[in-house]
């Protein structure tokens, strides 16, 4: 079966259209995408037909995305218009710009952005139209797949928030500042991985040695992403005095990604952490880790992390500010009830995360397979 070989701009025809103010979005009406996605509604729609966009300026750059039909794209995006439906199919164009990426149509450093000129040397590889239909089907299916996977983990992620929504509440009444707490001994420690002029430098980093995690070595639920972990040479980690995890420490990032919280489930021998995350070690006669991991992820808690980021201009909350953080308490027989929810659902978590990840893996290997012609 032969492929041909075609140009991004002999499909279609990649233009800008105007940018709607923000002020002028409705709360209903046809679907308004941005650089990443709806960001509101309007009026009038300027796409009949659903349409692929690609974000053309920004640090999401280059993301692929496909409107509904009856939508308004703005100029943010770059909308890939008349495409020649007789000689491409949509659903095929878009897992090939997917699987491709953008990088080299992307210009500029301070401000990346993609042109229509950046976008015309781009070669699409195109089979005849059924086998077009035929592949994107197949990977139609394999995304399906992919999607409920994750939305079952997120699923499970607001089951775990919903329990102890209700068996705990949002309320600030009777709650204690982590200072307190510390001076109380409830906390036994309250410590970042702020190692100063000390602080590992790249050289010193290796595909062995001390563990060194950072707020992206976990996910937004928690569990451990070990792809991302680094580690550190022993010679520089014995030099480091702070920042040692034990098992059951819960995690916070606090600097760019904050809000994510983790327990730490001792999986390492030894471990540190880096700027990016605080230690909180509970004393367990008082304060269970599973409780603290929940209460930490609330929503009382998280507001607070998100007014003191508004109030500072920063994207960070340090640790002499979370100091005034304040957390609701529970007695031990209702923190022991969580702890045993708590692990029921990590382990499904957990079973689901693997199943996700076996998904991710086919999905991946279609991709690759699709335009290599091996489908």
């Known amino acids: 079966m032969s492929w041909t070989e075609v140009t991004l701009v002999d499909v279609c025809k990649p233009k800008q259209w105007k940018t709607i103010p923000i002020s002028a979005l409705k709360k209903e009406g046809y679907p308004v995408y941005g650089a990443n996605g709806v960001i509101g509604f309007y009026d009038e729609f300027n796409h009949l037909e659903e349409t692929l966009m690609i974000t053309c300026r920004g640090a999401t750059c280059g993301t ?35 699987n491709r990426g953008f990088n080299d149509a992307i210009t500029g450093t301070a401000q990346p952005q993609i042109t229509r000129t950046s976008l015309s040397g781009i ?41 102890f929504l209700e068996m705990f509440g949002y309320s600030s009444d009777e709650s204690v500042s982590i200072g307190e707490l510390l001076d109380k001994g409830v906390l036994l420690l309250h410590k970042d991985g702020n190692h100063g002029s000390n602080y590992p430098r790249t050289s010193e980093f290796g595909i062995e040695g001390i563990p060194f995690l950072s707020a992206n070595c976990f996910s937004d639920s928690g569990e451990m992403i070990t792809d991302n972990v680094k580690f550190l040479s022993e010679s520089k980690a014995n030099k480091l005095k702070i920042g040692w995890l034990e098992p059951s420490d819960v995690l916070l990032a606090h600097n760019a990604t904050v809000g994510r919280v983790a ?3 001792g999986r ?103 335009f290599r012609g091996e489908l």
């Open 64 to 98: 692929i995305n496909l409107s509904t039909p009856k939508s308004y794209i703005t100029g943010n995006a770059m909308a890939l218009d008349d495409l020649d439906r007789e000689l491409c199919d949509i659903k095929f164009l878009y897992y090939y710009l997917s």
């Open 123 to 163: 070669k699409i590889p195109l089979p005849p139209l059924e086998e077009q239909r035929r592949i994107a089907a197949i990977l139609d299916k394999a995304d399906g797949v992919r999607r409920k996977r994750k939305e079952a983990i997120r699923l499970t992620e607001e089951l775990l928030k919903s329990t």
């Open 263 to 265: 327990l730490y489930d």
């Open 268 to 370: 390492y021998k030894q471990a540190l952490v880096g700027t990016s995350l605080t230690i909180f070690r509970p004393h367990r006669e008082y304060l269970l880790p599973e409780f603290l991991f929940g209460v930490l992820r609330s929503e009382m808690f998280q507001k607070q992390l998100a007014h003191n980021m508004e109030q500072s201009t920063r994207n960070q909350v340090p640790i002499t500010a979370q100091r005034d953080l304040k957390i609701k308490l529970a007695s031990l027989k209702k923190q022991l009830k969580f702890k045993e929810l708590f692990h029921h659902v990590m382990n499904i978590s957990k079973k689901y995360e693997s199943s996700n990840q076996e998904s991710e893996n086919l999905f991946n290997s279609l991709l690759q397979r699709a």
